[in-house]
Every structure is written in structure tokens, then in C-alpha cells.
């Protein structure tokens, strides 16, 4: 029985190599038109494979926010010092060379600041009021006259130091300047 088995798979493995011996024969000899490899069948539209997508232009130009970029962004502190009918606030301000401080006047009468030492606001640039007021270069650290409530004074510190000054209509009313 076993044997028999083997025989019959033998013969069928010659029989299909002849078969194929002489397909192979057959297609080499014979011309185009009359043997075609079967076509492949198309697929539905939906079942086609996805094209690699282009990157589109948004996606390839955006570009990249690095931090000196951030540190652009971010808005410059202010250097503001209010006056209330309770002085001035913060009392004393710590600031760098070459910035600005203004002076805010939220009280209810007129305020003078000016350098120490009072009356003739000598400290800061090394004239008296009597010389360097009206103060039209910006050298003096004084006001020169009354600011009226609702307005403000700003002055912008050229000298590093340590900057005592006071409302000279109310000398009472003192603050610091620190310019480093
Ligand atoms: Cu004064």
C-alpha cells in the first residue's frame, strides 16, 4: 500500500514537470499575442495603496523657538515708583545703569523729587538747584518743579551709586536709588 502511494506521487511529479517542460517550451517559442501573462486585477479606487504625502510648506518652514527668542518675547520690566500721600513706594529700587525710573505721582497734592541733599539736591550731579534747574539735558536728578497728581516724572540714571532723594515740597517723604 505504502509503495503504491509513492508510485502514484512519483508519476504525478513527472507528469506535471513534463506538462511544465513544455509550457516553458511553448511560451518561449511562441509569439506575444498568443500567450499573455494574466492581468492583475485593479483595485477600487478606496483600496489603492497611500501615496507618501508631500511635507507641505507650513510644516517644512516653521521654524523652531529657540530661548534667546523667548527671552525676546518677554516684556522689559519697568521701573516705577508710586507717591501716595503715604511717600514713596517701593522706598528703595534697585536698577542697572542707563535705566529709566518714573516716578508716579497717585496723590492728592504736588510732588518735587529730587537728589539729597535737600535744599540744594547737590549729591547726584554736583550742582545746586539755583544751577542746574530747569534741568533740559536730563544730568540732574531733579524734577525742578511740582509734578501734579495724576502725572509723572522719569528720570534716566548715568551714574552708579547709591541715590538718597526726597520730595522737596514735603522733604519729610525720602526714598533710594541704587544704580548698579
Ligand atoms: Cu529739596
Redesign the pocket.
Known sequence: MKNKTILIILGLIIVLGLAGYFFFQKSRSGSSSEFQLPQLPTLPEEFQPIQPTQQTPETATQPELTEPQIEQIQPQTQNIVIYTDSGFSPNTLRIKLGETVTFKNQSSRAM?P????????RLYSGTS?AEHCPDTEGTAF?ACTGIQPGNSWSFTFNKKGTWPY????N?SFTGTIIVE
Open positions: 518735587w529730587a537728589s539729597d541733599h535737600h535744599p540744594t539736591h538747584l531733579d526726597h520730595d522737596h515740597l522733604p
